[in-house]
């Protein structure tokens, strides 16, 4: 059920949907994670967002996008990623001559919407990045897919809440959605 605010589209964790909806759950991994540090101080439980996501529907696809460092320290994330039941799609952070990092997937995550869109009835962004606001204007119109939001509430694009389909504040229920 819709828990509708003032003039958000919110849920409380339960998704309107119907079991046999086929559902594609795409994380953008680095908006989630600084997201979480800089409002909470904390790191996201993907379990548990991939569990509220799919609210016992049908899984086709779950893809979180991930950068990889020289270091490697982020290889035992990632394979926890793939134990919860994500597909790992990684590329390299870039370092540019002056010093300056770049490390999105925002094209990445859009094309594979896109590309999937057609075999499935829902498409869950895990982002509050208003970079995304085109893309799920172009889900729902184009393809006719619902399109579902999961983010902090307090780091997400308003629009982004106001265009999608529904919108889950992950930061409304942190003892769930959190790790300390």
């Not at 990623?81 to 952070?93: A, N, R, V, W």
């Amino acid at each position: 059920m819709i828990k509708k605010t003032h003039q958000n589209k919110k849920t409380s964790g339960k998704l309107v949907g119907h079991k046999d909806q086929r559902i594609g759950v795409f994380v953008d991994t680095q908006n989630m994670y600084h997201s979480a540090r800089s409002l909470f101080g904390s790191r996201v439980n993907f379990k548990e967002v991939l569990d509220a996501a799919v609210a016992g529907r049908v899984l086709i696809r779950a893809i979180t996008y991930v950068i990889s460092t020289e270091g490697g320290e982020e290889k035992t994330f990632f394979e926890a990623m793939e134990k919860f039941g994500f597909e790992i799609k990684e590329k390299d952070l870039q370092i540019f001559p002056g010093g300056m990092k770049k490390a999105d997937w925002d094209v990445g995550l859009a094309v594979d919407t896109i590309k999937l869109a057609d075999k499935l009835d829902v498409i869950v962004i895990v982002s509050g990045d208003g970079d995304y606001e085109p893309l799920v204007e172009y889900l729902k119109v184009n393809k006719g897919c619902r399109v579902e939001v999961m983010a902090f509430g307090d780091s997400t694009s308003a629009r982004l809440i106001d265009i999608a389909d529904s919108f889950t504040d992950l930061g409304e229920d942190k003892k769930k959605f959190l790790i300390k």
